[in-house]
């Protein structure tokens, strides 16, 4: 009601300001007659009257000022001076402020820091057009006989479902692929990307310079698209680098165009290449060569206006099968979830984990503010008294926790803000980042929004309490017997329900770690330590051989590298290998097929991880030969073929016959088979988590083509003998590119990003979360001990001891802490389910983990209660008592 | 002018509350009868009489009104709005506990 007055007031004088000051001006002159007239009415002339008037009056102007003052009373004038008490108020307990600061800095810089990543990757829209009609579109892969999900399709599919669907503006293929190349003069490795003509389009992404490719998706085309980052670095900025050519796998290509500078490329499949594209080249160079008929394709569609994602599932559902005549599953999701799928629940479980101990922080502060409360009950009561109404009182309170917030704010913010950078860094390299993670408008939104609601949340309560009964503080003016049991019960409560919290962040954060431990201590199957390899690429390893090489060119060079690599000094052995391990993209998939008279018969189809090796390779990365041979350099390819299999293609094909001696043909019953000669060990090879794929390796002198790397085992510390490896191999060749030096142990360390990462998130909260679970504490039971610290004097002064007095403090405590593990535990189980997929070999309810989490809690506890009991204890009855 | 003593604000409010409670008065009127019925305890000039008017009809305790006095000049006349009333009978309640409340302090010392 008053509030509409004090509105109909404002707009009034907002209106008409010059009325308003006009009124007043009649108002106060109209006073100052009077006055006059009265000193008249005494027998004063008018002239003395005036004078006196105005000694009396301390000036109209200056009255007229206060008045002004006064009408501004509630709005902005208000907020400052009660900014300026809450501040002062602040000082006067530094130890206070500087705890809740501290505090509310932390959670609001972590959830900040959090959210921040969580807004480049799941929030913020892909930086393409119209993004939400962008679909990503899976079939299934034959894969063991049957039928699974996978999230590539074929080129033959993508041919047909262009020219079938209705649903699809455009549908646009690519596959990650990497070259050996020459741009200007260095040799170098590339990260390509093979796409058609339509991925651009559909993408709604234009080239910043040159044009998109012009062919059809079955014409080769010599023509190559950069990325503006490769046209910047290699190419010097040049705008009439369109037209030059660089030499791409050994042959000529033509740059045609420039990527933008803001473009990023969909990462589709995080197991393929983190690394941002360096350039695309047309699908068709390499359609044919890697099988357009092999779903190893991605396919992006956009969905025409008005067609909705199930329908255009439905329609592709329905005639995929049709066309392809297998039982064909066609699924579509959105390119946002699509990219993000991998990482979407573990980043919402890390958010959720901030904004607990956020909530915790604030449920701190709440409880440091309700147990000023009664200090201050006299104060508020005499502001009462003194005019203030309840909603300025509250204000005036709410004032100070926002004042505290705001503080906290600007700390958390700053330390959100270099976390946020701690957190790039630490972030496994392939986080689908749409633009930057980066503190944007959004997140600085999330910052004042969380702030805003800390300071209502934190503050309110305490503030209502004080406000709205000021008075019944008041009979107890002094004492320190306030707000009686109600308000004991609802601070206890408050901290069970804080440390309920603090132990499921804990437990969360335990498992966590307890999952990475587990991982780190599987067993690779090869060994760790003294392994060095590097990555090479011989031009013409894919596509048309470049005129003047030959397969047997290839092979030599790889020989040659390889004893190269024999001769640098501390090197003890030597090998070679398609993909080094651990490694994402180890291998490809391929059908073998069982020409020999193995018991499930011949032609039987078997589905292996292919790698290509060389004598020696086994040996150097430790994996045992179980049964038969090793290859030798007699295994060439005028030999007869051979093959090495791993312990669980052997046990899951031949289970029932001898492998060694079976012949398999890859790809096709046709093709030449070779004989297994040797069963190697299994191993790790795409990561700690991944179980041992069935794998066939082949001896590189009869099936490689140039790429691979080179494993080596020394004494020496492995990153010594870098420059003189680099030196021997391109007396070799200079031409081809060498790169990616790298350790095993490094490589086994980089699968272990991702967990590692989570993790380490977690712990921080999770370690966070218990400091501020026994700050919290530590402040409730310094509490109760200073306001019973009469009744302890007279309990010591009657005869009871110290330890006892310790105890029943202690037990005070304790018992909040037992009530709120409990109820943590009941907590995390009920939230179990969402880790699941998290943890590796470790079950969410895993009891050890969780009783480790309480320990650690009831110590952490225990000790926030023992100090104020230790005082309580060392109470002196007479001071004690003294006091009352 | 002499300070007869020092007023807090929220006095004041109750005073001048419970002067225009009998009939609306105009300014010089109303620290007139403060001065009268304290016996001259609280002498209230202007400097304190029009911002304390002036809060307390923004918040809409009381509305001004222009009338004619008795010489025939002009000036504002304060009445008590029914929402003035009841904070009249809402702060006479609390002043009672004060009162009380402070004595006890008082007394106790």
Redesign the interface.
């Known amino acids: 009601m008053s509030f509409i007055i004090r509105a109909k007031h404002l707009y009034h004088r907002w209106r008409d300001p010059d009325r308003a000051d006009a009124d007043l001006d009649a108002e106060v002159r109209s006073y100052f007659e009077e006055i006059v007239e009265r000193h008249i009415a005494r027998g004063l002339t008018p002239e003395e009257a005036r004078r006196a008037a105005r000694l009396q009056f301390e000036g109209p102007e200056q009255v007229k000022a206060r008045v002004r003052e006064a009408r501004m009373a509630n709005s902005l004038e208000t907020a400052f001076s009660d900014a300026r008490y809450a501040l002062r108020t602040l000082r006067k307990n530094p130890g206070f402020a500087f705890v809740a600061v501290l505090v509310l800095a932390l959670g609001i810089g972590a959830a900040t820091a959090i959210f921040s990543i969580v807004n480049a990757v799941l929030l913020r829209p892909l930086p393409y057009r119209n993004p939400d009609r962008l679909v990503s579109i899976s079939s299934t892969v034959l894969q063991g006989g049957r039928f699974v999900p996978a999230r590539t399709v074929t080129l033959n599919e993508v041919e047909a479902w262009r020219r079938l669907n209705g649903s699809f503006e455009s549908i646009g293929s690519f596959v990650f692929t990497a070259f050996p190349a020459v741009v200007g003069e260095q040799p170098t490795h590339l990260v390509a990307i093979g796409a058609d003509r339509e991925l651009l389009p559909t993408l709604g992404v234009e080239p910043a310079l040159g044009r998109n490719f012009a062919g059809s998706t079955s014409l080769q085309d010599p023509s190559v698209i950069v990325s503006h980052k490769l046209w910047s670095q290699a190419l010097h900025s040049d705008p009439a680098a369109i037209g030059r050519s660089i030499l791409l796998d050994g042959s000529r290509c033509t740059i045609i165009g420039v990527l933008p500078a803001d473009f990023q490329f969909p990462r589709s499949d995080v197991s393929y290449f983190p690394e941002d594209p360096d350039l695309l080249l047309p699908i068709a160079n390499i359609a044919d060569s890697w099988g357009r008929d092999s779903a190893q394709w991605f396919a992006i569609a956009r969905l025409k206006p008005h067609v909705s994602l199930a329908q255009a599932e439905a329609e592709l559902k329905a005639f995929t099968p049709r066309i392809t005549k297998q039982p064909i599953k066609t699924r579509l999701s959105a390119l946002d979830a699509e990219t993000t799928s991998a990482v979407r629940t573990p980043l919402l479980i890390l958010f959720g984990v901030s904004v607990v101990l956020l909530l915790i922080a604030c449920t701190n502060i709440m409880n440091l503010l309700l147990a000023r409360a009664p200090g201050r009950s006299g104060e508020i009561a005499i502001r009462a008294s003194a005019g203030a109404t309840r909603w300025r009182l509250i204000r005036q309170m709410l004032t100070e926790s926002f004042c505290l917030t705001i503080l906290g704010g600007i700390l958390g913010l700053a330390l959100g803000w270099s976390l946020t950078g701690l957190l790039v860094r630490a972030a496994p390299a392939h986080l689908p980042v749409s633009g930057r993670v980066n503190i944007d408008l959004s997140v600085f939104g999330f910052a004042f929004a969380i702030c805003t609601a800390t300071a209502l949340f934190a503050g309110l309560l305490p503030a209502m309490r004080l406000a709205l009964h000021p008075w019944s503080l008041l009979g107890s003016l002094g004492s320190r017997d306030f707000g009686g049991r109600a308000f004991t019960r609802f601070q206890h409560a408050l901290t069970v329900t804080q440390i309920a919290l603090g132990f499921a962040l804990l437990a969360t954060a335990s498992l966590l770690t307890h999952s990475l431990l587990r991982l780190s201590s599987v067993n690779p199957g090869f060994q760790t330590e003294g392994v060095l390899g590097f990555e090479f690429s011989i031009p013409g390893f894919s596509g048309p051989l470049p005129p003047g090489t030959s397969l047997a060119k290839h092979r030599q060079l790889i020989q040659r590298m390889l004893e190269a690599t024999r001769t640098v000094p501390g090197v003890q052995s030597a090998g070679f290998v398609t993909f080094l391990p651990p490694e994402t993209r180890s291998g490809a998939f391929v059908s073998f097929f069982n020409v020999g008279q193995g018991a499930q018969g011949a032609g039987t189809r078997l589905f292996g991880n292919s790698q290509v090796a060389s004598e020696d390779y086994f040996k150097t990365v430790g994996v045992p030969i179980l049964r038969g041979r090793d290859f030798t350099s007699a295994d060439n390819a005028e030999a007869p073929q051979v093959a090495i299999v791993s312990e669980s293609f052997a046990r899951r094909y031949f289970a029932n016959v001898d492998p060694l001696g079976q012949r398999i043909s890859p790809f096709d019953p046709r093709n030449p088979p070779s004989e297994i000669v040797g069963i190697a060990g299994d191993m790790h090879d795409r990561g700690l988590s991944v179980n041992p794929f069935a794998t066939v390796y082949l001896p590189y002198r009869q099936s490689v083509r140039g790429y691979g790397s080179i494993a080596l085992r020394t004494d020496l510390p492995p990153e010594t003998l870098i420059p003189e490896l680099r030196a021997r191999v391109a007396q070799v060749d200079s031409t081809v590119p060498v790169t990616n030096f790298t350790t095993i142990q490094g490589r086994i360390h980089r699968t272990l990003d991702e967990p590692r990462f989570y993790a380490l998130l977690a712990g921080a909260c999770g370690l966070m979360a218990v400091l501020f679970v026994s700050l919290g504490l530590y402040g409730v039971v310094s509490y109760s001990v200073s306001r019973r610290t009469p009744e302890i004097g007279v309990r010591m002064a009657l005869g009871a001891s110290r330890p006892s007095i310790l105890g029943r403090v202690l037990r005070q405590g304790l018992w909040m802490a037992v009530f709120g593990v409990a109820a943590g535990m009941a907590l995390s189980l009920a939230a179990s389910k969402i880790l699941v997929n998290l943890l590796f070999q470790v079950k969410p309810n895993d009891p050890a983990t969780l009783a480790l989490a309480a320990a650690l809690v009831l110590a952490v506890t225990l000790f926030a209660s023992f100090i104020p009991a230790r005082r309580a204890s060392r109470v002196d009855p007479v001071v004690a008592l003294r006091h009352e | ?1 002499p300070k007869s003593a020092e007023l ?4 004041l ?2 005073l001048i509350l419970r002067t225009l409670a009998l009939a609306p008065l ?3 009127g109303i620290a007139d009868r403060i001065q009268q019925v304290t016996k001259g305890v609280f002498v209230i ?3 304190s009489l ?3 008017l ?2 307390l ?5 009381i509305e ?1 009104q222009w009338g004619d ?1 008795e ?1 025939g ?4 006349f304060y009445a008590l709005t029914p ?1 003035g009333k009841k904070r009249l009978a809402e ?1 006479k309640r ?2 009672r ?2 009162a009380t ?1 402070v004595d006890q ?1 008082l007394g106790g010392v």
Do not use: C, I, Y
């Open positions: 002018m807090l604000q929220g006095t409010d109750l105009h300014g010089v000039g202007p400097g029009f911002p304390a002036h809060r009809e923004e918040r809409g305790w001004g006095l010489s000049r002009r000036a504002k929402e702060e609390n002043w506990k004060v409340a302090v």
